[in-house]
Structures are given as structure tokens and as C-alpha cells.
């Protein structure tokens, strides 16, 4: 038995984590559990209670964006969501779903200062349900019992076999040589070159802004940090679509490519970058416009007409 925190209370008894205490004269003593194998090595040990999988993309969506109390209050309810169907209050609620009310958030979320209590708000909640009905995250039901929360795809992205790796790898691949300094700096010049070649090419696609390209350094500073070579196919597809839409080549409401590149908005109220919504040829361009190059060329045709009357 090894000894623990000394608290001033009278004697009782309490299990937290697989661990079970006693308190004996005004002293709290620690009792090993069956998991701890006698000499308190939890390495083999068994952890009770569950799981649930959190997928790393999660933070290219709406989340990352989210105020702290948001991610908390989600995580609460992947947590709080039944593995599988229960029948609870007189009804039945199935995998992926759980019955809360705001009061039970509230609660189970709280937290201590001291020896103040903390909590979060109503209208904190209220705001939460709202934020994730949008984002198509979850839905939700009022009934009598509380507000029967459904996560959306709960199956997809708690299945262990829809992730990719999530077996351990052949002992061979795990014993790699580490990576020298030279090796590392080859392979950062290398994507650098890449960076640099393929912006120069999209930089001579892009339609100048009233006859002049600007903020070039800020646009490729911008395209290094944020943009893969996976990305560059589907980049230089959205170029050339709005490069060669009918108002582009008018020279109506042409954008900086740094402009181009970048999310609207700002903090929490950012969009989706222009270039995204260029990708397939969007709706306004689905066929481009060439009209105008026809009316130019028959334009031009008569003005040399006049000329060529004139100088007779």
C-alpha cells in the first residue's frame, strides 16, 4: 500500500478510476486494484470504460474555427453518444444518439476556480445546437424526457476499420534509418522548387487586373504554406476556368490572385477561398462565353474597312 494525499475528513471510502481508497484517520490510504498487478505496472492492464476515435481532418472542417466551449460541449457528446441501443425513460435510443437536456450539459461540463463553481450558459447551449444543426454535425429532437441528440455518421467515423494504418505496421517499416540534416533540407529544396515552378506557370495563366498582375510575393508566400502538391491539378483547373470565363476576359470584376487564393471573411465568419468554387467550371461559366471575341474581330473588321475607304 503506498500513501496518498492527506485530506482532513472523516473516514469513508471512494473508487476513482479502478482504484479503490480508504480513509482511516484523517489519512487517505491507496488499496491496489486486480489491474495494477500488485506493484502499481498498468502496462498490461485492461482500460475500462470505452473509447471513442477522433478522426485528425476533423480539424479542417468548422471545428478548428469553433470557440473552446464548442469543441468541449461536441467532445462531451461523442462521449456521452450509446455504442449501442439502449432502451432508456420508456423509449429507445439508438447507437450514435443520447438523451441530454441543457441543464445536464451544464453540469456535466462544469468546473472549479478554487472553491468557486463555473459554469456554461443556456444561451452557450443554445448556440452549440445551432452551430452543429448547421454544419449538418448532428440533429436534434425535444422531447418530454430532454433533447435526443443524434450524431450524423456516427458509424463511419467510429469503426476502426474505415481508417487507413490503424493496424501496426510490419517491424520493418517501424526500423528506418533517421533522417540526417542533409537529407532533410534536400527534400524541403525539393518541394520549394516544385512550389516555386508550378506558381511561376499559374502566375502566367492568371488574367491581369486592369493590365497588371499584383502582390505577387504575398500570393506565392501565401500558396508555399497552404497548399500541397495534391492540390495543384485542381488549382490550375479553377485558373484556367476563370481565366477563360466571358467576364474575365472582358476585364469585369478580376480579383488579385492573393485575393483569389485566400478565404473570405474573417475569425469565425470565414468561407470557402474563390478558387474552390472555379474548380469545375461553376454554373455562371459553365459554357464560356466567346462572343466576344467574335463581336471584337467583326468590330475590328469594319474599322479597317473605313480606314481603307478613307485613304481612297
Not at 492492464?45 to 469543441?71: C, E, N, Q, T
Not at 436534434?140 to 450524423?152: L, S, Y
Amino acid at each position: 500500500m503506498t500513501k496518498a494525499t492527506i485530506y482532513n475528513s472523516r473516514k469513508y471510502e471512494t473508487v476513482y478510476n479502478s482504484l479503490k481508497y480508504e480513509t482511516i484517520g484523517g489519512g487517505e490510504r491507496k488499496i491496489m486494484s486486480n489491474d495494477d498487478n500488485g506493484n502499481g505496472d498498468l502496462t498490461a492492464s485492461k482500460i475500462s470504460g470505452g473509447y471513442i476515435l477522433l478522426a485528425r481532418k476533423m480539424w479542417d472542417g468548422v471545428f478548428s474555427d469553433w470557440p473552446p466551449h464548442f469543441r468541449e460541449m461536441w467532445l462531451y457528446l461523442l462521449d456521452a453518444a450509446n455504442h449501442k441501443d439502449i432502451f432508456y425513460k420508456g423509449r429507445i435510443v439508438k447507437r450514435g444518439q443520447c438523451v441530454r437536456s441543457y441543464s445536464d450539459i451544464i453540469e456535466a461540463l462544469a468546473w472549479h476556480i478554487g472553491w468557486r463553481k463555473h459554469t456554461y450558459k443556456n444561451p452557450q447551449c443554445g448556440n452549440f445546437m445551432k452551430a452543429i444543426r448547421n454544419a449538418g454535425m448532428a440533429t436534434t429532437e425535444k422531447t418530454t424526457k430532454g433533447i435526443t441528440i443524434t450524431i450524423c455518421n456516427y458509424d463511419y467515423y467510429q469503426s476502426p476499420e474505415n481508417y487507413k494504418s490503424h493496424q501496426r505496421e510490419p517491424q520493418r517499416e517501424l526500423q528506418r534509418k533517421p533522417c540526417t540534416r542533409s537529407t532533410i533540407n534536400k527534400n524541403r529544396n525539393t518541394i520549394l522548387k516544385k512550389h516555386g515552378a508550378f506558381f511561376n506557370s499559374l502566375w502566367e495563366k492568371y488574367p491581369p487586373r486592369n493590365g497588371r498582375r499584383k502582390y505577387k510575393s504575398e500570393a506565392y508566400d501565401y500558396f508555399r504554406t497552404n497548399f500541397l502538391p495534391a492540390d495543384f491539378l485542381s488549382l490550375e483547373a479553377a485558373v484556367e476556368n476563370y481565366a477563360d470565363c466571358g467576364d474575365t476576359r472582358r476585364g469585369i470584376g478580376i480579383m488579385d490572385m492573393i485575393r483569389f487564393l485566400r478565404p473570405r471573411g474573417r475569425g469565425n465568419k470565414k468561407i470557402g477561398a474563390p478558387w474552390t468554387e472555379w474548380t469545375n467550371n461553376p454554373n455562371n461559366c459553365a459554357s464560356v462565353d466567346h462572343t466576344y471575341d467574335e463581336e471584337c474581330k467583326k468590330n475590328m473588321a469594319e474599322l479597317k474597312a473605313v480606314k481603307i475607304i478613307k485613304n481612297e
